[in-house]
């Protein structure tokens, strides 16, 4: 891992910051990159925005001034991976999505061109990010689950070895949302991920062999695996699918070298089998009491209750607590269910190491319009009231963005980000929301105008965070739904769902949205409407840029700090995928997006507009002005006949 | 009319239970039994047997098409059964695929959709025919035939080799074989 000795392992974001643009300003051109090096770190400490390359369009603002963190919000950046690589699908525990570097920034965006691309051969929702570790890329696609790893220091970045796990083909039709994968988390050596058919796989990372396997789930209960693992230490956390199915939610921890299972928290049931107990102290008393993942249901029910755990996972190595969000509660029809349903649509404190529940907290008591919680958490210290907070950040699909003290699960804010009419406010004391009466679906009656819709005011997409500017960035969606629920009964393996659903743009027309969060106000700092839906994840970076893709095809640069659009590229499908930015071997900085539309981006709201694109499945990689080894005009590929006929 | 009607779906029972075996509790008659051909089994859904299947098996229609009552029936089914959250409300397909287009993943036949529900497929589709008497299962079909995205089992020759109506046919392909001279090889 080359890269590594330009970045101190356990250097502090900021330092990798300030170190990069001694990087940047050298990066055209293979030949003057060595010597550049060795002196790019004496000329970081000296830098200054007159520095530039002569390549560089005159004016262009390198390296960045600092800019004005808005909200007083800091983030821990560990595991403090090297700021070259991208080792998990939100970078670091906190789930920033943010990287230090700064090469590719405000003032060059605009040349980013493809370097490079690759065709996976695989169609359905692409949902994963790529993952950077040394020279080696690896990219992992939806059913059936394929890993490749892409030698980064060969033109094209060329296949070194593909792993096919051979998932059941019966899994694909189990998947509530598509036959997807949202990612493969890389530790030890190893790269570890969900199959669809619920195993959960680690792979060598050098050799592309399988290492172990292990049965999670059972199809026959509905359940799928989709989400990205988290791994920490020598543990890595998993769960399952299969919210609309009736399975049984569940997180587990599993042992990085051995593969085996550690702990198990279901997320309904008893006390006992939700790892809940002395220490699990709930802030608020409504979540307080005896097996209320029983008693908050009718008899039985919680059996096929979901609560399943398919979005992401983020920890704390401060308290060595993990966070994650609940699915909805099973059937989907909550006439059939009364009660709070926990702990459906639930965000969880867990101790990393045991398993037990440190606190919880529900965002949409007795849901009743499919919202899970399942949505990313992002861990920050931020300003409250005058006093730092260590708190997490959820966007919940409810469309209320929270605030909530990560070790005591209170509810600092609740503050609608999209259209909404199920709540009509939000009783902080209580920290329930205030129902609308008039949007709770029964059986037999058909209601209008819903919001959000069941694909929720923000979808799985993880948001990211700069520490440069304080904000929080992210695609949101205005869908709003005509609702009528139907009573159903519970088949193995089949729906436990009865909602019917069409859903329409809210007020405004467009369905999509990206928007600037300043978390410590609980507001917009601008946004950006998109005709389709903003269902990708985001990349924030030290040069100010921000990326995020939208339902359509279009992949996209945004300055941080002013919302201007700097940079558009459409790709060849649409982009649900997550970006990310690394060095390659040359030290030239490039970014990567998966394009493959598919997964809740291709409901009719979407896909029945003009300009929906078709499935695909590419990973396209750009760089300043499309450079990249072994490429351009008068650059022969290393493996091609040094004699051409004509 | 009625009684064509019941002839009929004794002769699909009898073919279809012999296809799956019958296991667990079906009251009809073992499988070893059935004077069913070989030829038959190797129809129904399976491209191998495509060559030499008597055009006869593929062609069996829906006892109940175009019955309003059992398309009604068959609709509540739809809904009962589970099939609406995978195929959608509509039809137009969610988890499992649409069943109101002509694209079918494996035939659009009536004893095909048939065959697809009593039999389930392997990309997560479940086996209904332990669970559905043959009757309830056509009733199935006849509410999916009302999507109107199904094949005419009338056309089932035409279907089995992606023909549609009214195309040009080259003269080489007309229906008499051409001479063996005419053909020299790729």
Partial sequence: MPATKFVPKRAPACQVAFLRPGEARFARGNTRLKSAWKMGALLALVTSAFIGNADEPPGAPLPQPAATNLSGATINFAPNDPGSEWHSPARDYANSRYSPLQQINVGNVGRLRVAWTFSDGTLHGHE??????????????????????????????????????????????????????????????????????????????????????????????????????????????????????????????????????????????????????????????????????????????????????????????????????????????????????????????????????????????????????????????????????????HFDRNAYAYTIDRLTGEVLRA??????????????????????????????????????????????????????????????????????????????????????????????????????????TGKKAWSIKEKFMTMSGVLATAGDVVFYGTADGWFRAVDARSGKVLWSHKLGSGVIGLPITYLGPDHRQYVAIYSGVGGNARVPVDKSLAGFPAEGGTLYVFSIDGDAVGMGPGVKPANASSSAKP | MKSRTALCSLFCLVGVCFLSGCEGGSTSPPASKLPVSNEVAATLGQPAGMANVPESALSTPNPYANDPQAVTAGKTLYIKMNCASCHAYNGTGNMGPDLTDASWRYGGLPIEIYTSIHDGRPKGMPAWGNALPPSEIWKLVAYIQSFGGSTPASAYRHAREGDTPGEQVAPEMSSSPPPASASSGP
């Fill in chain 1, 415 to 520: 503050t609608p980000f999209a259209s909404m009419n199920w709540s009509t406010g939000f009783d902080m004391k209580t920290g329930r929301p205030i129902v609308n009466p008039d949007e709770e679906p029964r059986p037999g009656i058909k209601l209008p105008n819903l919001c959000p819709s069941d694909l929720g005011g923000k979808e799985w997409p993880p948001s990211a965070i700069s520490p440069r500017t304080g904000l929080i960035y992210a695609g949101i969606l205005n869908v709003c739904m005509d609702l009528a629920n139907h009573e159903v009964g519970y088949i193995a393996s089949t729906p436990y769902d009865g909602m019917e659903i069409g859903r329409h743009p809210a007020s405004g027309g467009n369905l999509g949205e990206f928007m600037a969060w300043n978390p410590a």
């Fill in chain 1, 128 to 393: 994963a990010a790529p993952l950077v570790v040394g020279n080696t890329m690896y990219v992992v696609t939806p059913f059936p689950d394929m890993l490749y790893a892409l030698d980064l220091t060969k033109p094209g970045g060329s296949i070194k070895w593909t792993f096919k796990p051979n998932p059941s083909s019966m899994a694909v039709g189990k998947a509530c949302c598509d036959a997807v994968t949202r990612g493969v988390a890389y530790a030890n050596g190893k790269l570890i991920y969900n199959l669809l058919d619920d195993h959960t796989v680690a792979v060598d990372a050098k050799t592309g062999k399988e290492v172990w396997r292990i049965k999670m789930d059972n199809l026959k209960t509905g359940a799928t695996m989709t989400m990205a693992p988290l791994v920490v230490g020598n543990k890595v956390f998993v769960g399952n699918s299969g919210g609309e199915m009736g399975a049984q939610g569940w997180v587990a921890a599993i042992d990085v070298n051995t593969g085996k299972e550690l702990w198990r928290a279901y997320n309904t049931g008893s006390d006992k089998r939700a790892l809940i107990g002395a220490d699990f102290k709930p802030f608020y008393s409504w979540m307080k009491g005896k097996d209320l993942g029983i008693n908050s249901w009718p008899a039985g029910m919680w059996k096929h209750g979901g609560a399943t755990v398919w979005g992401w996972i983020s920890y704390d190595p401060e308290s060595n607590l993990i966070y994650y969000g609940t699915s909805n509660p099973s059937p989907r029809v909550p006439a059939q269910r009364p009660g709070d349903n926990l702990w459906a649509t639930t965000i969880f404190a867990r101790d990393a190491d045991t398993g037990m529940a440190r606190w919880a907290y529900q965002t949409t008591p007795h849901d009743e319009w499919d919202y899970d919680a399942a949505n990313e958490d992002l861990l920050m210290d931020l300003p409250v009231g005058g006093k730092t907070r260590k708190v997490l950040i």
